[in-house]
Nanobody, 123 residues
């Protein structure tokens, strides 16, 4: 089992930045890819970004490409999502997730989930 706890959400004006963090605990010795997803009210949970175990491979949704950056520190068992140039449509609950294989792009491919952190971008 891997436990995940997100932090760093909050309220920010459009054009601003936030940095989300996700701390992993438990069986973190086993290689796992990490992903960030988000879910806005009344919408499906959608893929935002993913990073491989080594950090050498990353992937982003088209809607955040060039604005968001995913990174990880395996010594600290953390993964971060730097979000710049935020837009009101980025408002959602953001979740980190882990899977014991390569990059995943849909929620059902992930084995472990955090509780989520709210990000609100005002116009």
């Amino acid at each position: 089992q891997v436990q995940l706890v997100e932090s760093g959400g909050g309220l920010v004006q459009a054009g601003g930045s936030l940095r989300l963090s996700c701390a992993a605990s438990g069986r973190t010795w086993r290689p796992y890819a990490m992903g960030w997803f988000r879910q806005a009210p009344g919408k499906e949970r959608e893929f935002v970004a993913a990073i491989s175990w080594s950090g050498g491979s990353t992937s982003y949704a088209d809607s955040v490409e060039g604005r968001f950056t995913i990174s990880r520190d395996n010594e600290k068992n953390t993964v971060n999502l730097q979000m710049n140039s935020l837009k009101p449509e980025d408002t959602a609950v953001y979740y980190c997730a882990a899977r014991h294989n390569g990059l995943g792009y849909v929620a059902r491919e992930y084995d472990y989930w955090g509780q989520g952190t709210q990000v609100t971008v005002s116009s």
